[in-house]
């Protein structure tokens, strides 16, 4: 059984160091675990969204017991650099805006989305993350349809007005 945790334990060092996706606590397919409370084998943590060098840990059950692993990497700002955004062009300390416009055309038609570039909110800084934007007024005031994000590349897209 301990070469089982340390066989996990290096395959998590190993992948450590790159993005985690996450997955939501209550979805079925992971347990949102809390330092210290009885885990076994079989369990399946929630990871914590976004790099996991910057966040420092990823959850193993050890000894029967969930536990925080450090993961032993250094956390650099994401470096997105400039990417699209519609027809504009984003720069790696901002995120993109894809709003829908809500309203359709005398012809039946729907006009086109209108895409912005706003600045990344002072909490997002660092690790842009969707959940991060859409927790710090992204879209306002209409609401969150989804979001996109890739190597701190954010773009949300919002309900039309």
Same mark, same amino acid.
């Given at each position: ?37 009885? *885990? @076994?084998?079989?369990?399946? %943590? &929630? ?6 060098? $910057?966040?420092?840990?990823?959850? #193993? !059950? ?54 912005? *570039? @706003?600045?990344?909110?002072? %909490? &997002? ?6 959940? $991060?934007?859409?927790?710090?007024? #992204? !879209? ?22």
């Amino acid at each position: 059984m301990r070469s089982f945790f340390v066989s996990f334990t290096v395959i998590l060092l190993s992948v450590a160091c790159g993005t985690s996706s996450g997955t939501d606590p209550g979805d079925g397919g992971c347990i949102d675990p809390v330092e210290g409370t009885s *885990c @076994s084998a079989n369990d399946v %943590a &929630c990871q914590p969204q976004g790099n996991v060098c $910057c966040i420092g840990y990823e959850w #193993a !059950c050890q000894s029967g017991a969930w536990t925080k692993l450090g993961v032993g990497c250094a956390c650099q700002a994401a470096d997105a650099g400039p990417f699209a955004c519609g027809s504009a062009t984003c720069s790696g300390s901002e995120y993109c805006v894809d709003q829908a416009p809500g309203i359709a055309l005398p012809d039946g038609g729907t006009p086109p989305d209108s895409f912005t *570039c @706003s600045e990344l909110p002072p %909490a &997002c800084e660092a690790t842009p993350t969707c959940s $991060c934007v859409k927790a710090n007024g #992204a !879209c306002a005031p209409t609401q969150v349809a989804s979001c996109d994000e890739s190597n701190g590349q954010v773009t949300v897209h919002c309900l039309g007005e």
